[in-house]
């Protein structure tokens, strides 16, 4: 893990470096300018710069070089931010992106030709994502409705789903009493339940229950474990009168344990609050813990290559302020008794267990082409507090 996050720290440097410089171009670009609702691609004097920034010596073909010029080119692409087709415009910078991805994997060195304007490109998808997120809200919302109203069940795993609706805007709950929380493979030996959302410290639960600890000031530890980690040991037992049990689940199976003990990790780029779980005999040889809940969930356990396909396009990663590892979203499981439900997490091939950018946890609702995400979680290993 250290060899892990030292490779990461000089990748955090790279990528500050080429961020910094794009960002120093942008701002010399955007200055005094108001952001227009159709973005159109650059002239052919842009299109000469970038092919002058290329080294001549460079092995770029001829099929390459074209579709370099496509990519930058007068009719590569116009994005319409008011358009009332805003499938159809995210759906046209998506497949943008994905030759921009494509000639930068075969030739990195053109990524200086192409990443201002393909940065640029970037405010208009927000704008249209903002836009489609408050069409899926309601959509949603309506089909939820529709199932609570049309069903009689009132089974464990309908419990679930919807304690797991009414919570995503519940910061009043600390993360072991949620519907579901994360399990990262982040401390060795050890099984527990991450909280990375620290970016609101004084308004999360697990933050307030860190400031009952009488240590939220001065940030020294009662008992110091070394790099980094903080444990609280009578927290716990001071609200709970019996240790709290949690329904654990890995990629293929189903565990019962028990939350022990509730700690901090504070390192230069990265901090979480977690919740060390008792690790029982049968689970000391499960290596890929996912989720905890308190609801004993029934899941069906199945791989969905197609599911998966449809989350990666509907995942883009280029325009996102850090590295991260959506790419890798893989479905493994989906909820026993109702229709749609996909878990998923991120598992990188030929990379060990959570040795990922940003390990995730998420599930969705998907029907058709409708991707709708109900929960997710992820943990910061690439070191994006650092930048």
């Known amino acids: 893990m250290y060899l892990f996050r030292f490779k990461r720290s000089c990748q955090v440097l790279l990528f500050s470096f080429f961020m910094l410089l794009s960002c120093q171009n942008s701002i010399k670009r955007e200055e005094n300018k108001t952001p227009p609702s159709v973005i159109k691609t650059p002239s052919d004097k842009v299109i000469k710069e970038g092919f002058d920034s290329i080294d001549k010596n460079s092995d770029l073909t001829k099929q390459e070089r074209a579709l370099l010029n496509e990519l930058l080119g007068d009719n590569a692409l116009t994005v319409d931010t008011l358009s009332k087709d805003i499938k159809g415009q995210l759906l046209q910078i998506q497949n943008y992106f994905q030759k921009v991805e494509s000639l930068h994997t075969s030739h990195p060195k053109l990524w200086g ?4 304007f393909s940065w640029k490109i970037c405010h208009s998808y927000y704008i249209l994502m903002q836009k489609q997120s408050i069409i899926d809200d309601l959509k949603f919302d309506s089909i939820s409705k529709a199932i609570w109203k049309f069903t009689g069940d009132n089974s464990e795993n309908m419990r679930f789903l919807k304690a797991l609706i009414n919570q995503r805007n519940d910061a009043t709950l600390i993360s072991i009493e949620q519907a579901i929380s994360p399990i990262f493979k982040i401390k060795k030996d050890s099984v527990g339940v991450y909280n990375n959302n620290n970016w609101s410290e004084k308004a999360t639960a697990d933050s307030l229950l860190f400031q009952k600890t009488g240590f939220y000031k001065t940030k020294r ?9 903080f444990i609280y040991k009578n927290i716990i037992d001071s609200i709970y009168t019996n240790p709290p049990k949690l329904y654990l689940y890995s990629s293929s199976s189903k565990y019962i344990s028990t939350v022990q003990s509730f700690g901090r990790y504070i390192d230069e780029c990265l901090e979480y609050y977690y919740f060390d779980l008792a690790v029982h005999e049968n689970m000391k040889y ?15 356990y199945a791989e969905s290559p197609k599911i998966d ?4 396009q509907t995942q883009t990663s280029f325009c996102a302020d850090c590295i991260n590892s959506y790419e890798y979203l893989k479905t493994f ?4 008794g109702i229709n749609n439900i996909y878990f998923a997490y991120a598992a990188e ?7 990922t950018d940003t390990p995730i946890r998420a599930i969705y609702f998907i029907k058709d082409d409708f991707v709708y995400n109900l929960w997710f979680a992820d943990i910061d290993l690439f070191g994006c507090m650092c930048l």
């Open 113 to 116: 030709a192409i990443t201002s």
């Open 221 to 229: 530890p009662p008992f110091w474990t070394g790099n980094g980690n």
């Open 286 to 300: 499960e290596k890929e813990f996912l989720i905890a809940s308190p609801f004993e969930i029934q899941l069906n």
């Open 309 to 312: 396909s449809l989350l990666r």
């Open 333 to 336: 499981a989906t909820l026993d």
């Open 349 to 355: 091939p030929n990379k060990e267990f959570d040795e």
